[in-house]
Nanobody
Framework: QVQLVESGGGLVQAGGSLRLSCAASGRTFGTYAMGWFRQAPGKEREFVAAITWSGGSTHYADSVKGRFTISRDNAKNTVYLQMNSLKPEDTAVYYC?????????????????WGQGTQVTVSS
């Protein structure tokens, strides 16, 4: 069982930066792939970024490549999402998720655990 708690959301002007954190409980955090997703009002939840259990490989949605960076610190049971050059279209509730990797590629992770989300609002 893994419990996830996101933090770091807020209001920022376009072009600004935010860093989201996701603190995980559970001894098996280091064995899970981690992902960030977001959901804007009236839209489907969409994938943002993912990272392998070791942190050695990452995967990003095209819309955030070059602007967002996912990282993790297994010693602190925490995954991060550094968001730079933010745009109004990045406004959404951001969720972190954990799923067993078991040799899967990062676009095939069956995410089993989800946080409650943190709001990110980018003003123009």
């Amino acid at each position: 069982q893994v419990q996830l708690v996101e933090s770091g959301g807020g209001l920022v002007q376009a072009g600004g930066s935010l860093r989201l954190s996701c603190a995980a409980s559970g001894r098996t955090f280091g064995t899970y792939a981690m992902g960030w997703f977001r959901q804007a009002p009236g839209k489907e939840r969409e994938f943002v970024a993912a990272i392998t259990w070791s942190g050695g490989s990452t995967h990003y949605a095209d819309s955030v490549k070059g602007r967002f960076t996912i990282s993790r610190d297994n010693a602190k049971n925490t995954v991060y999402l550094q968001m730079n050059s933010l745009k109004p279209e990045d406004t959404a509730v951001y969720y972190c998720a954990a799923g067993p990797q078991y040799g899967r590629s990062l676009d095939q992770i069956p995410y089993a655990y989800w946080g409650q989300g943190t709001q990110v609002t980018v003003s123009s």
